[in-house]
């Protein structure tokens, strides 16, 4: 069974641009997490979709965005970059909600 | 939420030493996992423990849910085992995601 894939892989940017990335799931699992590793913050929450609506959101400005699609794979969406949002952003799917997720090889953005 | 703090924050050892990774947590631990970030950035599962112990190979793992930890245990170290060590759980309180520690930096020598 293949794993979670994220695309792209890397991805630079200048402030202010926007950018979407997406996470298409193990064959499944209708959860989808995302979070943000930085070398500060270490990994943080962003949001978790199930059935196509958002269950939770972490502690992050409305800048931040997702959706999730009726085959489960989801998108995320970073408006009006800052040079702060540069950081491995991953994704995780788990079969339900609360079960064990399992990670993609993430998304490096990088903004210049 | 929940606070997850792990120990030590860095080890070093010789290839073939046996080290224990701790994970401490302050609330109820119902989901806990254990990953592997490789040198590549992937979180890789080692264990999907909410309680009880279990083995993989030279990784094992114990959970004690009444007193709130969790240990990792790796035996005769490999050099391949070198990386960062995270221990997570769902936050609680309405965001749950996962609530991870700062990690455990692994560096096995040669």
């Given at each position: 069974k293949a794993g979670v894939t994220q695309t792209p892989r890397y991805l630079i940017k200048t402030r202010g641009q926007q950018v979407t990335l997406s996470c298409s799931p193990i064959s499944g699992h209708r959860s989808v997490s995302w979070y943000q590793q930085t070398p500060g913050q270490g990994l943080q929450f962003l949001f978790e979709y199930f059935s196509e609506t958002q269950r939770n959101k972490g502690?992050?400005?409305?800048?931040f965005s997702g959706r999730q699609f009726s085959n489960s794979r989801s998108e995320m969406n970073v408006s009006?970059?800052?040079?702060?949002?540069s950081a491995l952003y991953l994704c995780a799917s788990s079969l339900q909600v609360l079960n064990e997720q399992f990670f993609g090889p993430g998304t490096r953005l990088t903004v210049l | 939420g929940i606070q997850v703090e792990q120990s030590p924050p860095d080890l070093i050892l010789q290839e073939g030493a046996n080290s224990t990774l701790r994970c401490n947590f302050s609330d109820s631990v119902n989901n806990l996992q254990w990953f592997h970030q490789n040198p590549w950035g992937q979180l890789i599962n080692l264990f999907y423990i909410p309680s009880g112990t279990k083995q993989n190979g030279r990784l094992s793992a114990t959970t004690v849910a009444t007193e709130r930890y969790s240990l990792l245990y790796i035996s005769s170290?490999?050099?391949?085992?070198s990386g960062v060590y995270f221990c997570a759980e769902y936050s609680g309180g309405g965001a749950d995601g996962l609530t991870f520690g700062k990690g455990t930096h692994l560096i096995i020598q040669p």
């Open positions: 502690n992050f400005p409305g800048r009006t970059l800052e040079l702060g949002d | 170290s490999q050099t391949t085992d």
